[in-house]
């Protein structure tokens, strides 16, 4: 029996679905033999994206060996660009968020020696803005995410003290969008999100800023969010989604408030996501499965201390045992 912040208490049913474990995998091997569907090219843009998640579920399920590394590291050199940045797919502008996910496809395969770094470092701090917030790319849209990606960019390269960056300013900003009800928006006065909560803690966390936060408040507002069906929603009103057992549990795994969740709930409710002819979990039961909530479900069970998953570090969102390699493991 887990014992919960609200009194009540539950345990995972004997009869409950199983991880289809082997099943995921191949869902996620197959993903890129789907050329003819229209979804394979409609997420062209996001095709960075989706190597992070696909190999971020492969390596937390225990099969790093399921995909192609060398011809995966082949294909992200093709999307670095002379300004430092990684473009979502070959030939397409460069992002923040397409350059922080082949920065951490990299490091997990341990294959930074195959980009241009310093190039890389220039691309992200040449994205910080006055106010001590990041732009996405140079057209200069700014939101909380951007921040993340490139604090969580500099701090896997290890590039946190470079000069021409203003961390204090980041902070601030950071804090400028902390809401009255201990949650965090895109900007300064945006309303409260779990996954902007996911991005404000994770940048503090890395900044060693974790003080600024009330834990308490914002962990009564995260174990809010979940609903009788067990699984979590974004905010209130809002429908439960299995992306959030991501955003709202490693919010709370930073704040050593895990168990403020019912866990044997939320297991069932993401369990019940799985697309049991196909693979792969889709955002809700009955709806169709796709990599990004296939990812962040297993990781989410990852967190949830899932039987025979491999441990996901909560601030990275990247096996624990490659944030322990570089040496950035704070938990
Ligand atoms: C995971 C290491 C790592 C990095 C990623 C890009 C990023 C950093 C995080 C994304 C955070 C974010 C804002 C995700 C959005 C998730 C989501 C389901 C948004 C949907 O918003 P609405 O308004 O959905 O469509 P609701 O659920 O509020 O109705
Ligand atoms: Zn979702």
């Known amino acids: 029996m887990l014992p919960l912040v609200n ?11 199983e991880l289809l474990m082997d099943l995921h995998v191949k869902y996620i091997q197959a993903l890129d033999t789907k050329k003819n569907d229209l979804e394979y090219w409609l997420t062209e843009h996001l095709r960075v994206n989706g ?27 093709k999307c670095q660009h002379e300004n430092g940045g990684f473009g979502g797919h070959i030939d397409h502008d460069t992002h923040i968020l397409s350059t922080l996910s082949a920065v951490q496809v990299l490091i997990t395969y341990d294959r930074l020696d195959a980009i241009n770094v310093d190039k890389v470092v220039d691309y992200v701090v040449s994205l910080q803005n006055e106010d001590g917030s990041f732009s996405g790319d140079s057209w200069g849209e700014t939101d909380t995410r951007f921040i993340f ?13 470079d000069k021409r960056l203003d961390l204090p300013k980041t902070i601030d900003y950071i804090v400028r969008c902390r809401n009255f009800d201990g ?45 009788k069906n067990g699984g979590l929603n974004g905010r209130p009103e809002k429908l439960e989604d299995v992306c959030y057992s991501w955003w709202v549990l490693s919010s709370l795994s930073m704040m050593r408030r895990v168990h403020w969740i019912d866990a044997p709930k939320l297991t069932l409710f993401i369990l019940e996501a799985q697309d049991t002819e196909t693979g792969g979990i889709a955002d809700r039961p009955g709806n169709l ?3 990004f909530h296939t990812n962040f479900g297993i990781a989410g069970l990852s ?19 490659v944030i322990q390699r570089i040496g950035l493991d704070k938990h």
């Not at 990606?149 to 003290?161: F, T």
């Not at 900044?207 to 809010?224: M, T, V």
């Not at 967190?303 to 045992?321: E, F």
Request: aromatic share 8%; charged share 15%; hydrophobic share 40%.
């Open 303 to 321: 967190l949830l201390g899932y039987p025979g998953l491999v441990a996901v570090d909560p601030v990275y969102c990247m096996p624990r045992h």
């Open 149 to 161: 990606c490139a604090i969580n960019c500099l701090s896997l390269l290890k590039r946190l003290d």
């Open 51 to 77: 190597i992070y998640w696909g190999i971020t579920a492969l390596q937390i399920l225990g099969h790093p060996e399921a995909l192609d590394q060398e011809q995966i590291v082949e294909y992200l050199v």
């Open 7 to 17: 009194g009540s208490s539950s345990t995972l049913d004997p009869l409950a679905p």
């Open 183 to 227: 949650g965090f928006g895109s900007s300064p006065g945006g309303e409260s999100h779990a996954a902007q909560v996911y991005v404000c803690v994770g940048t503090l966390t890395i900044l060693n800023a974790l003080h600024h936060i009330d834990a308490d408040q914002l962990g009564w507002w995260l174990s809010e969010r979940q609903l």
């Open 289 to 291: 499965p796709d990599v």
